[in-house]
């Protein structure tokens, strides 16, 4: 079973999941969010300043799931602004810049932060990802240490490019399925669909191969 994405102004959903995407300046967030949400990727954008706001509805089976996602800005002096909307959310997308070092030696610092003002519990709920997979020529980060760093948390990881449309979504039905795993009133046959979309996503996918 997939999960698939529904018309932005549908109002009826079963679920309401907030979503936080966290990560330093310039690695790609506001683009990851519009790619999501409306399909369109520009690479001028200006700064987020404090937190920017979209929404996504899913279908799941027969439930409608509605993601309110939350955009924060990568800038350590809007982290008073930032922090108070971590509280009470349901998942967080973590994502660096594979061309920039900087941006991972950051994201370690960011999900702890973002564990503590969430008052997250392990296990908790971040998909790290590896952002600008289509600069690999510019690669600074090797996809092993993101694979590592996902690891010594037991989470999920992805490397993705916003400009190729590559694992932008897969990314973001992780983080909705782990959100639904957590839901107390969840029925099993919906967690067993859970768990077979969780598997489906964690499979690396086979390379094609050269002629």
Not at 131 to 137: G, I
Request: charged share 30%; glycine share 4%.
């Amino acid at each position: 079973m997939k999960m698939k994405k529904l018309p932005k102004d549908l109002v009826h959903s079963d679920y309401k999941f907030k979503i936080i995407l966290i990560g330093d300046a310039a690695v790609g967030k506001t683009s990851f969010l519009l790619r999501f949400t409306e399909n369109k990727f520009t690479e001028d954008h200006l700064a987020t300043i404090g937190v920017d706001f979209q929404s996504k509805c899913l279908s799941f089976g027969k439930k409608i799931i509605k993601l309110q996602i939350w955009d924060t800005a990568g800038q350590e002096r809007f982290r008073s602004i930032t922090r108070s909307y971590y509280k009470n959310s349901h998942g967080c997308l973590a994502i660096y810049d594979i061309s920039d070092e900087s941006s991972f030696e950051k994201i370690k610092e960011l999900i702890e932060y973002y564990k503590e003002e969430s008052e997250a519990r392990l296990p908790f709920n971040v998909i790290l990802i590896g952002n600008k997979s289509d600069l690999d020529l510019d690669r600074h980060v090797p996809t092993l240490k993101g694979k590592m760093l996902a690891e010594e948390y037991g989470i999920p990881f992805f490397e993705t490019s916003v400009k190729n449309d590559q694992n932008v979504d897969e990314a973001f039905m992780a983080v909705a399925g782990e959100a639904i795993k957590s839901t107390k009133y969840i029925d099993e046959k919906t967690t067993e669909n859970v768990k077979k979309l969780h598997d489906t996503l964690m499979k690396p996918k086979k390379k094609s191969k050269c002629c």
